[in-house]
């Protein structure tokens, strides 16, 4: 806590009760704070707050005096920093009621802003304070909207409403399975004919709301909980092998809410509740006294659970993932020293502990991979130990291939990490770093502070829960690509080699390039690429001339809208294998002058003419279309001073900066009128669609 | 009767969970006197007074409180 440490208290004016008792020195500020005296209150809030750092009144006096004088960004540091150290229910609730007040004029957020909109079955206000709490603490601002008692319809189902009034970036619906689904929760007398017909009624009316809010709120990502399985059946022991029992009429229900979002309304995220209630245990989702009191869903210790479940999706929707694992070898992967104990000693595998732990820790690890995580090793030993447990140990589960970027040498780790991850062309704040050694675990958390380094526990037993609880792996849809990737990296690690042996014989890049057998295949947006398109606008951070996101959803609109927008795409292939999508345009097309709002590309594929021929692609199509005049624009951030100098050198020309917004530049080119005067970088193959 | 610690720890999570500092918390503070005690923040306090000392109580007593002192009372009632 920055407020604890950056500030010594003089404390000589205090009174003697004051200096030995922190209570009584709170009550004293207090007391100078409603005196109006914030310049004598502060020294003594900070010092109660040094001996109390839980003290939300300490904190509280503390937000008074730092929002008073417009010290914002310090109050929200303040306000994150005691909601970490005291995750309590109460806490929570205050800061969320702070977060409220500074609803008008907010503190700067890291993430920027994400408005939140809930409704559903009963009182969803105490949701809305742990979710906006949640999001605060991974740098956003979440503003929340909470439906009026069972007003789900109400606000969803008309054009316009409080709900949509609010411009929720997020719409979250959370309606219980017995508000829905009455007799199919309880009633064991029902017939197969009323059971279905119920389902069928309530499936319907969930197409409706989802309908409705794709027509009113298009932009906002909507999350529908599915129905989750009480924890007593109305058929007793009986319903695990009744055909129409209660959890497989309710597992019908999600089967049929399945089917529904994958044909109609893709992109809609899904809430699994079933399986957050089950991880937190059934009985203790709803604390039933606040149901028949006040209607509330879920108790206090709930909250949190179903808030976390949430800030996976809020992630994957903001592109706060991270693609890539950086693992340590002795006493991470396997058990034991493998330069001291041997290969036939160390602990991986068999049906003992700890060597049956790590083997499913790795399974868990090769799984990651599989959606699309990339492997990476750092670990002090001697490659020639390391290399024949991997290619021979019988037990192993993780081998050789499975890593696209290796470090095995007895330098620091924090210099091997940002090797790996230049080497991987990703950025620090894509890296996890999972190493049992609490002093590797330390250097690299000072060193390395974007990486982030879990707290390993000290058991193995407990290796693969605390991967599987990380929250930064998501993703809203997986793409081909992502399923790809961890192969891709691989290749990219060959076409690496094959460019230093290129070059090493003083070969020339040119002809490196045409011995790769680029293929470029240029096109428009089809409904098949869009969520591809949104996922690469939204995670390109290196070359991206102006780091624009934009949702799924408004990428899809884009691309319908065939007048205002045109959205285009390159896949890239050569003799290593497919990159994939990976480069994308969006251009805003006016009469005489195309804008290109967006230009990015994956850094996988930078420096091979791909960039060039993906705004040749542009220029021929704004010839076909008869505009006079390309404009490209660029907004430098931290992160893309690899975009920088890249309409200069395709000789452009600069026109200034853009009216209301001096951070970003434009340069243009006139449209030559003969498009086959546009010729594309030579060692490529060209395919238009 | 609270011990003299536990009457500070119970203003203490009033004034947290409504919002106003410790020292304007008094026997006759109630929801009408109080414009933050709403019938939502209720329910707030009357988790935070089960986290902080550790008891339950019943619907009836969480309705029952209707001032401080009702609350001062039930909590007492539960320490012994």
Known sequence: MTTQTTITPDISNFTEEARVDPSALLKQAQGLLRAGDAAAAEPMFRAALAQLPDSWAAVNGLLKILDARGARAEAADLLNAFVALSPTHSSIMSAARQWEAWDADPPPARRGTLRIALTGTGTLNSLASHLRVACAGAGLHAPAYVSDFNQWAQDLLPPQSPLYDFQPDLIAISIGTAELFPRTVSDSEATAEEIAAERTAGVNQIAELLAASARSAPSATVVLHTFSVPDYSPFGILDAKTIGGQRDRIQAINARIVELVNERFPRTALLDQERVEARHGKDRVRDDRMWYMASMPFSDTFLPVIASEYLRIVKALKGLGRKCVVLDLDNTLWGGVIGEDGINNIKIGGQAAPGNAFRDFQRALLALRGRGIILAVCSKNNPDDVWPVFENHPDMVLRREHFAAVRINWSDKATNIAEIARELNIGLDSLVFLDDNPAERGLVRQQLPDVLTVELPKDPAFYTRTLLGLDVFDVLSLTEEDRKRAQQYQEQAERRQLEETATAKGGDVTAYLRSLEIVAALSPATPFTVPRIAQLINKTNQFNMTTRRYTEQQVAAMSEDTAGWGVYSCTVLDRFGDSGLTGVALVRKGVDVWEIDSFLLSCRVLGRGVEDALLTYLLSEATSAGASTMRGLFAPTAKNAPAAGFYDKQGWTPSGVIAGDENVSAWEIAVNSDANAYAYPEWLTISRA | ?80
């Not at chain 2, 550790?54 to 001032?67: A, D, Y």
């Open chain 2, 1 to 80: 009767m609270l011990t003299i610690d536990n009457e500070t720890k119970l203003k203490d999570i009033v004034a947290e969970t409504l919002g106003v500092d410790a020292d304007e918390i008094e026997d006759t503070t109630t929801p009408a006197t109080l414009p933050s005690w709403t019938s939502f923040n209720h329910l707030t306090l009357m988790s935070a007074v089960e986290e902080a000392f550790g008891l339950t109580l019943s619907m009836e007593e969480m309705t029952g409180v209707k001032s401080y002192a009702d609350l001062a009372a039930t909590v007492g009632r539960h320490l012994g």
